[in-house]
């Protein structure tokens, strides 16, 4: 079920592709991982994870499908595709995903509406059990190392347990960028949080950061990644922060429509 669509026309009235959001399937896995391959293989984060992706670009893309194949199977997160339509032959191309999750009380009802999580779930196990012992020639497993040191010294805050929505991933095909994709998809889980009384939070690099003040997103702090063989502030990432208009706490997990 589509949430939100844009649809536009040309002079001659001629019908442009028309853009709507829905909730990912399993189907959606391959289509999901090239576009999310496409979004960050050239950004700073990535460059440095994954310094072999030019000469294996397949492994790349297998890495995103697997990511996305976990999260799939969470019932705890809502993974939301960007799908274009064009109307001359009734194609349909993933440009855009996003990964939201709900946090803190309340969470449990809204989780319900998640789709036939058991199903999912079930499929999802038996197609990581096949993928898990792949290896990514891509990934520089040294660096995932030292970046899993780092989380060890810089443990989640409390902020987890607070109600509020959680945006933990949104790419764009390049090719598809500045036609309101990004705007999208951030849209849905805010759309959400409004609804409620919630906040929004999530880290941005620079070039993100962009897109999300001009959404209202205000910076609340440095995510400081000082890792071992890293420059100053290279893979730093802003603390970002949208708050609905209205406060109404008193009500969590109301189900989404």
């Known amino acids: 079920m589509a949430y939100s669509t844009i649809t536009t026309t ?29 979004a ?38 809502f993974t939301v595709v960007c799908q274009e339509l064009c109307p001359q032959d009734n194609t349909q191309k993933i440009v855009g995903v996003s990964e939201w999750q709900r946090n803190g009380k309340g969470k449990e009802r809204v989780w319900e509406t998640n789709g036939d999580v058991e199903a999912k779930d079930a499929a999802m196990k038996t197609l990581l059990a096949s993928t898990t012992a792949i290896v990514n020639r ?33 790419a764009v095909d390049p090719a598809m960028q500045r036609r309101g994709i990004g705007e999208m998809l951030s849209r849905w889980g805010m759309d959400r949080a409004e609804r409620e009384g919630l906040y929004v939070t ?15 997103f205000v910076v609340t702090g440095k995510l400081v ?4 063989g890293t420059t100053e502030g290279e893979l730093d990432a802003d603390g970002m922060r949208w708050s609905p208009t209205h406060d109404s706490r008193g009500d969590h997990g109301t189900p989404m429509s």
Not at 55 to 75: Q, S, T
Not at 141 to 161: F, K, Q, V
Not at 202 to 216: D, F, S
């Open 10 to 38: 040309t002079a001659t009235s001629t019908p442009t592709p028309q853009l709507s959001l829905r909730l990912a399937t399993l189907s959606d896995l391959d289509a999901c991982a090239a576009v999310s391959s496409l």
């Open 40 to 77: 960050y293989r050239d950004t700073v984060f990535y460059r440095w994870l994954c310094p072999h992706t030019s000469a294996f670009p397949e492994d790349f893309i297998g890495m995103w499908k697997r990511r996305h194949a976990r999260v799939l199977a969470d019932k705890h997160w």
């Open 138 to 170: 891509a990934f520089s497993y040294e660096r995932n190392d030292l970046l899993n040191a780092w989380g060890a010294r810089h443990p989640s805050t409390p902020e987890a347990d607070d109600p509020h929505w959680y945006l933990n991933l949104l």
């Open 202 to 216: 999530l880290h941005a690099t620079e070039e993100g950061g962009r897109l999300y003040r001009r959404l209202g």
């Open 225 to 228: 990644r000082d890792i071992e």
